[in-house]
């Protein structure tokens, strides 16, 4: 057993990591102070290479534009005017900063202030061009985010939840006066969109109980009064949700852009509030369907993800045409339309890093000097499962370090669990590549993508149903002659780190290793300290609380199967961490101890992950090491 300690703070999914381009004008050529030596292996450069988010543009000035990057080594929040071409850092804590959003007019920077990264904080802002940071609201007490929307003349609309009071939604008047409760309720919600008047806001909420499938209520900002309901779950009797995607962006137009469920997959369609009339886009597409508006009004841009990929569409309201817009081959991690028509998107594949490009066939944006070096494509299997087809992604390490076959191969278990693999480019699993493993990635049932049943589908047996498609596609890959059945890594990030907790537990002779970042571990500990949010989701997932259905959350508990795991364990930890707590996670390396199984922890000083790129790479460092020190490569 060996305990080790470090800092950093934040959480920067593998999944959305944003892709290699331009420093600030301010930064070395290189991207990071200092040159950086051509002689680190690949997997190393990839962490280090600088990255930028989408760029998110103001809709009163749209040459003002918001964006991330760990340029300096650490994600923060960077201001890019677009007329003068000058880049500038916005944010800079030691830990880093990746929430935050521009003013209607782009003369302020919106962002959130927590504390090494437990996510319970305040909004700050900052004028655009520069100067002091001060308290946007300064009247509203610290909370976590329940979703902000930024209006006409510096109005805002700002959600909260606490542990204690639930959610609250609260109107911030853009003359100085002191903010307005217009909504409450223990169950959780989110602010969604504010219409283009700024007199209507949208708030997703789950009063119904379902924390899966959000209802909608218009309610108007001077009061707080309903202007409109939309509830699909007909009071948590169905599962089905709606997500907001936006007000029209035309003063005075009452029309709100809806996600539904109503099918078998998400589509959009468009609800007048007003007149309570829906229309539903002819788009007959067979995947997961997104969309937002052009910023005239007149159509919509649609992304549309099936079976881990994505592309992406032109939707004329008038005519009802749909046109494909020239995607490549891979996944689009964020679109978005600017005033002049064009899109812009961050687009990658697993073999090619990230970029931020545009339909005009630019490159919006890219970074000087590093670039991180490519990696290999992904091969598509499906397998029969007990709950139907699994679809999972294959990827083999490059022959100059692939051994002899069957190969040891890594298992790595994506979070959520609403969320999917897809053909993007992710350093960790690269990383793995580079030492000699193969690598698979399963869409498990709860994973988005291949419809509502399939999401939905993780209900009571929560992680038994995720474990029993793993076991399936483990079965296909060491039957194919892929996977070395005594050389087989389980691991993932959060609910991926769950997975490979309780998998270690429940499959203690199918795995030679578990790596679990940010797990839960014990999970009626996890539900007693994690935030209200999760608290209600989880809710949702088990049928009720600990204390209603214990024996659910025992059975999917981690800490019931310590007993059985015979695999080496090796599990990181972010101290502040408000989704996996720590302490659930010190009584099972505490039972780890006390029944003498072999494993190493890592604590550091930060929440559910890490926004500081050194930190990060010491953690890929240590999780590679552990694993090739008992499996080898």
């Given at each position: ?181 217009i909504y409450r309720h223990e169950e959780s919600a989110g ?35 309903v202007v409109a309901e939309l509830d699909d779950t007909e ?122 490009r545009s339909t005009t066939g630019a490159v919006v944006l ?268």
């Amino acid at each position: 057993m060996n305990e080790t300690t470090g800092s950093a703070s934040g959480s920067t999914p593998e999944s959305a990591a944003v892709p290699a381009v331009p420093a600030p004008s301010s930064a070395p050529s290189g991207g990071l102070p200092g040159a950086i030596p051509g002689s680190l292996p690949d997997w190393e450069k990839r962490y280090r290479a600088p990255r930028v988010g989408l760029p998110e543009w103001a809709e009163d000035a749209p040459d003002h534009s918001l964006y991330v990057s760990d340029v300096t080594g650490t994600y923060e929040l960077y201001a890019w005017n677009r007329t003068t071409g000058e880049r500038r850092q916005v944010t800079d804590r030691p830990n880093g900063t990746t929430d935050g959003t521009l003013s209607r007019d782009g003369a302020w920077v919106w962002w959130f202030s927590d504390t090494n990264g437990d996510e319970f904080g305040v909004w700050m802002r900052q004028p655009f061009g520069g100067g002091e940071d001060i308290p946007a609201a300064p009247a509203l007490a610290p909370s976590y985010p329940a979703g902000i929307a930024l209006g006409v003349g510096g109005l805002a609309v700002v959600g909260r939840s606490t542990d204690d009071e639930g959610t609250t939604v609260h109107v911030v008047p853009p003359d100085g006066a002191e903010p307005y409760e217009i909504y409450r309720h223990e169950e959780s919600a989110g602010v969604g969109d504010l219409s283009e008047d700024g007199t209507l806001v949208v708030i997703e909420h789950t009063e119904h109980g379902d924390a899966m499938h959000s209802a909608l209520r218009v309610l108007r900002v001077a009061d707080g009064s309903v202007v409109a309901e939309l509830d699909d779950t007909e009071g948590g009797t169905r599962e089905l949700g709606l997500d907001s995607l936006g007000f029209a962006p035309v003063p005075g137009d009452t029309r709100l852009l809806v996600g539904h469920q109503r099918a078998d997959r998400w589509l959009p369609m468009i609800w007048d509030v007003a007149t309570g009339e829906q229309t539903a886009p002819a788009i007959d597409l067979p995947g997961d369907v997104q969309a937002e508006w052009y910023p005239d009004g007149s159509a919509l841009l649609v992304v549309h993800d099936f079976r881990a990929r994505s592309e992406m569409f032109r939707y004329d309201l008038a005519t009802g045409t749909l046109t494909a817009l020239d995607t490549p081959r891979g996944s689009v991690g964020g679109a978005t339309a600017r005033p002049d028509g064009t899109v812009e998107y961050l687009w990658s594949s697993a073999a090619r890093p990230p970029v931020v490009r545009s339909t005009t066939g630019a490159v919006v944006l890219e970074a000087p000097g590093l670039r991180a070096p490519d990696s290999v494509p992904v091969e598509d299997v499906w397998v029969d499962g007990p709950g139907g087809r699994i679809h999972a992604l294959v990827q083999r390490p490059p022959a100059a370090a692939r051994g002899k076959g069957p190969l040891p191969t890594v298992f790595e278990i994506h979070g959520g669990p609403t969320w999917h693999e897809s053909d993007s480019f992710a350093a960790g699993p690269a990383a793995w590549l580079d030492h000699g493993f193969a690598v698979v990635r399963v869409n498990y049932r709860g994973s988005t993508g291949y419809g509502r049943e399939w999401t939905d589908a993780l209900k009571h047996r929560v992680g038994l149903i995720e474990l029993e498609d793993i076991a399936a596609v483990r079965e296909w890959a060491v039957s194919s002659g892929l996977a070395d059945p005594a050389r087989l890594v389980l691991t993932g990030g959060s609910w991926g780190g769950y997975l490979t907790l309780l998998g270690l537990g429940t499959q203690p002779g199918a795995w030679a290793v578990g790596v679990a970042a940010v797990p839960v571990a014990d999970y009626p500990t996890a539900y007693a300290d994690e935030m209200e949010a999760l608290k209600s989701l989880d809710r949702t997932l088990f049928g009720g609380s600990p204390d209603e259905v214990p024996e659910r959350y025992a059975a999917s508990s981690p800490l019931t199967y310590v007993d059985q795991v015979t695999a080496p364990v090796y599990i990181s930890a972010g101290m502040n961490d408000p989704r996996c707590p720590i302490r659930q996670i010190d009584n099972y390396v505490e039972r780890l101890r006390a029944l003498d199984k072999p494993h190493e922890v890592y604590r550091y000083d930060a929440g559910h992950g890490s926004l500081v790129v050194e930190e990060r790479i010491k953690q890929v460092r240590l999780e590679l090491a552990f694993a090739l020190r008992h499996v080898g490569g």
